[in-house]
């Protein structure tokens, strides 16, 4: 068989197992039911098994050493990295995606308890961004973190698993194996954000102190009492509103779809065929977080969200509209295999680049309607939130990173202790008094997406690359037509046809360079 021959068997089979797990992973989200999450487990092992045959993937070795023609080659190289970590017996497979399939349904329809009454994280998040009932945000917190004991313990015994797997295809653990067939060199990755911890540390420091004495005064407390409660987030991912800043009452009133269908309309791209597909609205048993799913790869895409109108709701429309017209206009000439971002950060990159426009004076003037006096007022504290808001991320990325590395090269040690200690030492909060408890685990991404978050990092680093390349290269106006074309034709349209430092590098005439993301939120103003 040729090559070419081998090539389109591969495209035709994996796109419609693709679509079979889309179409299933999509309907477990929006409905909470049973029979979906089966289906969807029963999609995923299919995928996981198709790339498992040994036969296949010495095929693709062979392969891979016969060519040099750019497109087959890089087709090749992705079914490579896809193969690679699914060399293992179908059993094994299918107790991985089974285990990984139980835990995501109890989080899709988990509902934390709090005074006697279910909550949403919805309702969790507004009390710790506005509530001043100090005994309530506690309680608030403690009941975000409910779900981890539900977890835990199974969580635990899909990290072994996965590790066992890894280890009998020759690696040291999961995390190493995640790394290789994601295409990242685990090395330069962690001294990126080694070097970028150690450059943001005093930035970091006097900030967070800033910040402190502010929350403090908002309390009626002391600096040294702050608890993670005290926060406007259960993992201190975000920055607490500030008082010069609450942009909430602004969207009162407001249709989010009608300012995301704008924002992108003004760069000449269209998101209603995907707005009619998607499922946006809070309901019971449906997923309480947010994201996007290009569901066949010729224009299918959906998001799911649970909006509110609000600053937050908001950025993450426009963050997941993102994702949705980068899958949306990469060339569909492209074969099936290339058809997809040229890596997970770099989708997160674009979603990052309009999740910042929620930030962006300019955007809250021409689409949200506030006027020039209002903006000129709000100009300092909007910089001031997101260089806070672009640190606390940094941070809380950093340890949930450094933490899962932990995690994978020793599961048995005591995790809850070690949570702390590098949330304490990133992130320089104070620990609760009960610390043997899986605080950690409360985050869905160990579960969903292991060995991901790396990605939300490297996105931002690439945000702030690209962002700097545009306003240098193309337009000091993010919100036009030029700049839309700039990113259809050099960022979406080539869809994985280069590897990811290679895209950028090709887009911004050099490779991944974090000083771009320094220069503009590290360095003191």
Same mark, same amino acid.
């Given at each position: 068989?040729?090559?070419?021959?081998?090539?389109?068997?591969?495209?035709?089979?994996?796109?419609?197992?693709?679509?079979?797990?889309?179409?299933?992973?999509?309907?477990?989200?929006?409905?909470?039911?049973?029979?979906?999450?089966?289906?969807?487990?029963?999609?995923?092992?299919?995928?996981?098994?198709?790339?498992?045959?040994?036969?296949?993937?010495? +095929?693709?070795?062979?392969?891979?050493?016969q060519?040099?023609?750019?497109?087959?080659?890089r087709?090749?190289?992705?079914?490579?990295?896809?193969?690679?970590?699914?060399?293992?017996?179908?059993?094994?497979?299918?107790?991985?995606?089974?285990?990984?399939?139980?835990?995501?349904?109890?989080?899709?329809?988990?509902?934390?308890?709090?005074?006697?009454?279910?909550?949403?994280?919805?309702?969790?998040?507004?009390?710790?961004?506005?509530?001043?009932?100090?005994?309530?945000?506690?309680?608030?917190? !403690? &009941?975000?973190?409910?779900?981890?004991?539900?977890?835990?313990?199974?969580?635990?015994?899909?990290?072994?698993?996965?590790?066992?797997? &890894?280890?009998?295809?020759?690696?040291?653990?999961?995390?190493?194996?995640?790394?290789?067939?994601?295409?990242?060199?685990?090395?330069?990755?962690?001294?990126?954000?080694?070097?970028?911890?150690?450059?943001?540390?005093?930035?970091?420091?006097?900030?967070?102190?800033?910040?402190?004495?502010?929350?403090?005064?908002?309390?009626?407390?002391?600096?040294?009492?702050?608890?993670?409660w005290?926060?406007?987030?259960?993992?201190?991912?975000?920055?607490?509103?500030?008082?010069?800043?609450?942009?909430?009452?602004?969207?009162?009133?407001?249709?989010?779809?009608?300012?995301?269908?704008?924002?992108? &309309?003004?760069?000449?791209?269209?998101?209603?065929?995907?707005? +009619?597909?998607?499922?946006?609205?809070?309901?019971?048993?449906?997923?309480?977080?947010?994201?996007?799913?290009?569901?066949?790869?010729e224009?299918?895409?959906?998001?799911?969200?649970?909006?509110?109108?609000?600053?937050?709701?908001?950025t993450?429309?426009?963050?997941?509209?993102?994702?949705?017209?980068?899958?949306?206009?990469?060339?569909?000439?492209?074969?099936?295999?290339?058809?997809?971002?040229?890596?997970?950060?770099?989708?997160?990159?674009?979603?990052?680049?309009?999740?910042?426009?929620?930030?962006?004076?300019?955007?809250?003037q021409?689409?949200?309607?506030?006027?020039?006096?209002?903006?000129?007022?709000?100009k300092?504290?909007?910089?001031?939130?997101l260089?806070?808001?672009m640190?606390?991320?940094?941070?809380?990325?950093?340890?949930?990173?450094?933490?899962?590395?932990?995690?994978?090269?020793?599961?048995?040690?005591?995790?809850?202790?070690?949570?702390?200690?590098?949330?304490?030492?990133?992130q320089?909060?104070?620990?609760?008094?009960?610390?043997?408890?899986? !605080?950690?685990?409360?985050?869905?991404?160990?579960?969903?997406?292991?060995?991901?978050?790396?990605?939300?990092?490297?996105?931002?680093?690439?945000?702030?690359?690209l962002?700097?390349?545009?306003?240098?290269?193309?337009?000091?106006?993010?919100?036009?037509?030029?700049?839309?074309?700039?990113?259809?034709?050099?960022?979406?349209?080539?869809?994985?046809?280069?590897n990811?430092?290679?895209?950028?590098?090709?887009?911004?005439?050099?490779?991944?360079?974090?000083? !771009?993301?320094?220069?503009?939120?590290?360095?003191?103003?």
């Amino acid at each position: 068989m040729s090559i070419e021959q081998f090539l389109e068997e591969q495209n035709k089979a994996i796109r419609e197992l693709h679509i079979n797990g889309a179409e299933a992973s999509w309907m477990a989200a929006t409905t909470g039911e049973e029979e979906w999450n089966a289906k969807s487990a029963e999609a995923d092992t299919a995928y996981s098994v198709y790339f498992s045959e040994k036969e296949r993937f010495d +095929q693709v070795k062979k392969y891979l050493e016969q060519t040099e023609e750019p497109v087959q080659q890089r087709q090749l190289e992705l079914l490579y990295s896809q193969m690679l970590e699914n060399q293992l017996p179908e059993e094994t497979l299918k107790e991985m995606v089974q285990l990984s399939t139980e835990l995501v349904g109890v989080f899709n329809t988990f509902r934390a308890t709090l005074n006697g009454k279910q909550v949403s994280e919805n309702d969790v998040r507004q009390i710790l961004i506005k509530s001043n009932d100090l005994e309530l945000r506690e309680e608030a917190w !403690h &009941a975000s973190k409910q779900i981890a004991k539900e977890v835990e313990e199974k969580l635990l015994v899909l990290v072994k698993k996965r590790n066992e797997a &890894a280890r009998s295809l020759g690696f040291e653990n999961f995390h190493q194996m995640s790394f290789e067939s994601q295409e990242l060199d685990r090395e330069e990755i962690f001294s990126i954000f080694t070097e970028l911890k150690q450059l943001s540390d005093e930035p970091f420091r006097e900030l967070k102190q800033e910040m402190d004495e502010e929350l403090a005064e908002r309390f009626g407390i002391k600096v040294e009492d702050l608890r993670p409660w005290h926060y406007a987030d259960p993992f201190f991912q975000e920055a607490p509103p500030s008082k010069e800043l609450d942009l909430d009452p602004f969207y009162d009133g407001k249709n989010l779809e009608e300012l995301s269908t704008q924002t992108f &309309a003004k760069m000449g791209m269209d998101i209603t065929d995907m707005l +009619q597909k998607s499922d946006l609205y809070p309901r019971e048993k449906k997923n309480q977080h947010a994201f996007c799913t290009d569901i066949d790869r010729e224009g299918d895409v959906r998001v799911l969200s649970n909006n509110v109108p609000s600053d937050y709701w908001s950025t993450t429309m426009l963050h997941e509209y993102g994702h949705a017209v980068y899958f949306k206009y990469i060339d569909r000439d492209l074969p099936f295999l290339l058809r997809s971002p040229a890596h997970t950060l770099t989708t997160e990159a674009i979603a990052m680049l309009y999740g910042r426009f929620g930030k962006n004076p300019e955007w809250l003037q021409q689409f949200l309607g506030l006027d020039q006096a209002q903006v000129e007022e709000l100009k300092p504290h909007i910089e001031k939130s997101l260089r806070r808001q672009m640190l606390i991320a940094g941070r809380w990325i950093m340890t949930f990173v450094f933490f899962e590395r932990e995690l994978y090269e020793n599961p048995d040690q005591d995790l809850n202790r070690l949570w702390w200690k590098i949330v304490s030492e990133v992130q320089l909060l104070t620990p609760p008094e009960n610390q043997d408890y899986p !605080h950690w685990a409360a985050k869905i991404h160990f579960t969903l997406v292991p060995v991901y978050y790396q990605n939300y990092l490297l996105g931002e680093l690439t945000t702030s690359q690209l962002q700097r390349y545009i306003e240098k290269n193309i337009s000091t106006d993010l919100f036009s037509e030029k700049v839309g074309e700039f990113l259809l034709n050099d960022f979406f349209k080539p869809g994985a046809l280069y590897n990811w430092n290679e895209k950028i590098e090709r887009a911004t005439g050099e490779r991944l360079n974090p000083q !771009h993301f320094v220069d503009q939120f590290v360095a003191v103003k």
